[in-house]
């Protein structure tokens, strides 16, 4: 059974940083791409970002609104997603979730999603 | 940046009813095309990929359809565990992203 479980969420001042953690079981995770995406409350859904496979090189891309700011990172050995926050905005205030690809480059996994609040 | 139109915003529907849902891509995506259902407060779930594909468990009054540009997701049929929010999402060039959502009530 395929598993993502984000952690590391809470609450963080305007300009601190905060590393979202996002733990994976039940496949092959050097075979995947794997994204962050984040949802403010009561608003759309946003891609952040995904760092790439094995084949591909483990290497990323980002969205125009964090690039620069956040780091999306891999641990294989453990099956680690990462994704390093920095110079954080209230902007940044959402529900940030982890997605593995999957057929066409959907989303066919989802985490359960972990709560950041950027506020003074 | 690829932008997904997505409407309505929302719509009032009854129970055994259809409904369809479109998304309007800024350019060609080909059938690079997937839908997701959100329940409140849980995480996304899809329900269709490559435009037209039922992913794995989907129920069969859930279809898409589309090419190019134009794109629609219908529900037949409308059950009470329905009436929640969907999300269009192109995945033909980076940055990926979504449509702004259609949330569903009951009439």
């Known amino acids: 059974e395929v598993k993502l479980v984000e952690s590391g969420g809470g609450l963080v001042q305007p300009g601190g940083s905060l590393r979202l953690s996002c733990a994976t079981s039940?496949?092959?995770?050097?075979?995947?791409?794997m994204n962050w995406v984040r949802q403010p409350p009561g608003k759309a859904l946003e891609w952040l970002g995904f760092i790439r496979n094995k084949a591909n090189g483990y290497t990323t891309e980002y969205s125009a609104s964090v690039k620069g700011r956040f780091t999306i990172s891999r641990d294989n050995p453990q099956s680690i997603l990462y994704l390093q926050m920095n110079t954080l905005r209230t902007e940044d205030s959402a529900t940030y979730y982890c997605?593995?690809?999957?057929?066409?480059?959907?989303?066919?996994?989802w985490g359960q999603g972990t709560l950041v609040t950027v506020s003074a | 940046d690829i932008q997904m139109t997505q409407s309505p915003a929302s719509q009032s529907a009854s129970l055994g009813e259809s409904v369809t849902i479109t998304c309007l891509a800024s350019?060609?995506?080909?059938?690079?095309l997937a839908w997701y259902q959100q329940k409140p407060g849980k995480s996304p779930q899809l329900l269709i990929f490559a435009a037209t594909t039922l992913a794995a468990g989907v129920p069969s009054r859930f279809s898409g359809s589309g090419s190019g540009t134009q794109f629609s997701f219908k529900i037949s049929s409308l059950q009470a565990e329905d009436f929640v929010s969907y999300y269009c999402?192109?995945?033909?060039?980076?940055?990926?992203?979504f449509g702004g959502g259609t949330k569903l009530e009951i009439k």
């Open positions: 997605a593995r690809d999957g057929w066409g480059n959907s989303f066919a996994y």
């Open positions: 039940g496949f092959t995770f050097t075979d995947y791409y």
């Open positions: 350019q060609t995506i080909d059938t690079w």
């Open positions: 999402q192109q995945l033909y060039s980076t940055p990926w992203t």
